[in-house]
């Protein structure tokens, strides 16, 4: 009594302290409220059992017995769990109070958001509710001490659920750790399990002490990650060659199981640094096993006794080799080395694939500047062959109009010569059949003849005519005909080496007149008189 009534003076003189202090946070407002104390009680810092950060919101709450109070108007119903406060930085939570919630595990506890490691022990929890909280983000569960009969497998439901710890309850028959993904340590010692299957790859600790199992289950040495195996006081009778492959193991305890007589070797050369075999019959010991383990107490094992056991040995199944290389994958090194190389391995690939389209562009580019050279030449050559047929077409047009002005001129010339010719012919023939009278011819002897009137003289000059009609014909019809031939040269490009001027060499009308009167006149001193 004395104790209680300091112990109430104590809380009293803190509580006034905290609230002239102002150090009462919201946190330990509630604590207080759902315990039945005094508002003003202070709890960060007045207890190992509270923690509390520097803003006064708690983090770590321990509550056992001792901190339920029964004396009078501090009287707290256990029921009364299911109220239990939501303190939104707590991440530890211990509960040791018996008959808590009527024995069955407040399902409130799921509902702290930071909530990372719960503990209920001692408090006669014999059934686990269906309905908790999948989000609840713990990672370890104590539930040591308690009545429960059934494995909880509502935990599997718990994304980062990791240690499961039910030593002293009473569980029985097989486990199934099929779902239980991520766990990595499992205490089922002291129940009544019959058998472990499906043990996830990752396992590290395995507590099976004090349970009616009657072998090692199959799992266990293929799980290449377990550092921890426990199975004191079991109704095993033979340890599994492959048990020795465990490499990182460094606790083995099989000790009072007496119906199991075996020969222990090195774990894959490796020194366990805890083991215990006492009350189990150790057949031989190979040195050097087991640091702290006296070799002289146990017969040493010969070479033969350890090929016998490594014979037997089999390769690791493929299925937990898989496994443990999931898990290494899942490692953070792993991870950021690996997106690393991805990084990499995409700007290699996108630096490729930009090379490779610059490659292209540039053949293209010289295709295409191919294209315009060659387009350039071929409209060069085009243009060039315009130009020398517009340039010919000028040239044949200036040719043509040149030899039309040439016919042209010609004919006016034939016209002109025609002209003359006419006009001198009718006047030397008008001239010509005048009568006249000759009284004598100078290369005749006949001076005082008298010729017939006309006669003479019109022979004469009919003779004279047609020779120098058909004369003058043939002289044109070759002037025109050499013309013709000398312009057909010209637009050729060719020319005649006899024409050396407009009219060649032509015979003018006087050469072609003297020709005509080959006769000698008359002389004005005989012309008769009319």
């Keep these: 009594m004395k104790s209680i009534t300091s112990n109430l003076f104590s809380i009293n003189l803190l509580s006034f302290v905290g609230l002239v202090m102002g150090s009462i946070s919201e946190d330990c407002v509630q604590l207080n409220s759902f315990l039945g104390r005094d508002q003003s009680t202070i709890c960060c810092g007045v207890s190992k059992n509270i923690s509390c950060d520097a803003d006064g919101y708690i983090t770590t709450l321990k509550l056992d017995k001792s901190d339920i109070l029964v004396e009078s108007s501090f009287i707290s ?27 069955v595990l407040p399902s409130r506890f799921f509902d702290q958001p930071m909530l990372d490691i719960l503990e209920v022990y001692e408090s006669n929890i014999s059934s686990i509710p269906n309905n908790i909280n999948k989000d609840c983000p713990v990672t370890e569960i104590n539930l040591e001490h308690n ?13 980062r659920l990791q240690h499961i710890y039910l030593w002293d309850n009473k569980i029985s028959g097989t486990i199934n750790l099929e779902k239980f993904k991520t766990l990595n340590q499992i205490d089922v010692a002291t129940n009544q399990v019959n058998d472990i299957i499906n043990i996830p790859s990752g396992l590290q600790v395995l507590f099976a002490s ?77 040195p050097n096993t087991c640091v702290g383990i006296n070799a002289n107490s146990y017969s040493p094992c010969s070479s033969s006794d350890i090929n016998e056991i490594k014979s037997k040995q089999t390769v690791i199944n493929s299925e937990n080799k898989e496994s443990g290389f999931l898990k290494f994958l899942k490692s953070k090194s792993v991870i950021i080395g690996g997106i690393a190389i991805v990084i990499i391995l995409a700007l290699l690939g996108f630096i490729i694939i930009r090379k490779k389209k610059n490659n292209k562009n540039d053949l293209y580019d010289d295709d295409k500047n191919y294209d315009i050279v060659v387009t350039e030449k071929i409209k060069k050559v085009k243009i060039f062959e315009d130009v020398s047929y517009e340039g010919k077409k000028e ?39 005048k009568p006249r009278r000759f009284s004598s011819y100078k290369d005749h002897s006949v001076i005082n003849a008298t010729p017939i009137p006309g006669y003479e003289q019109e022979s004469q000059i009919s003779m004279d005519i047609n020779d120098a009609y058909n004369y003058n014909n043939r002289n044109q019809l070759g002037y025109v005909n050499n013309e013709n031939e000398n312009m057909n040269n010209y637009a050729t490009g060719s020319t005649s080496s006899n024409i050396n001027d407009e009219y060649g060499t032509l015979p003018s009308y006087e050469n072609i007149s003297n020709n005509l009167h080959s006769t000698i006149p008359i002389s004005d001193e005989k012309r008769p008189l009319n």
């Design 77 to 103: 119903d256990t029921s009364n769990f299911m109220r239990f406060p939501i303190f939104s930085k707590l991440i530890k939570l211990s509960i040791g109070v018996p008959n808590l919630n009527e024995n």
């Design 147 to 159: 009545e429960i009969t059934e494995f909880p497998y509502q935990f599997s439901d718990l994304p």
């Design 210 to 286: 004090e349970n009616p199992i009657k072998k090692i289950p199959d799992e266990v040495p293929n799980l290449v990650d377990l550092n921890v195996l426990v199975f004191n006081s079991t109704g095993i009778t033979e340890l599994p060659p492959n048990l020795f492959k465990l490499k990182n193991l460094k606790r083995f305890h099989i000790s009072n199981n007496p119906q199991l007589s075996t020969k222990i070797i090195n774990f894959d050369n490796q020194n366990i640094k805890e083991c215990s075999f006492e009350g189990t019959n150790v057949i031989c010991y190979q």
């Design 395 to 433: 040239e044949d047009g200036k040719k043509g109009n040149k030899n039309d002005d040439d016919v042209n001129k010609i004919n006016n010339k034939n016209d002109e010569v025609n002209k003359i010719n006419n006009e001198n012919d009718v006047n030397k023939i008008n001239n010509k059949i």
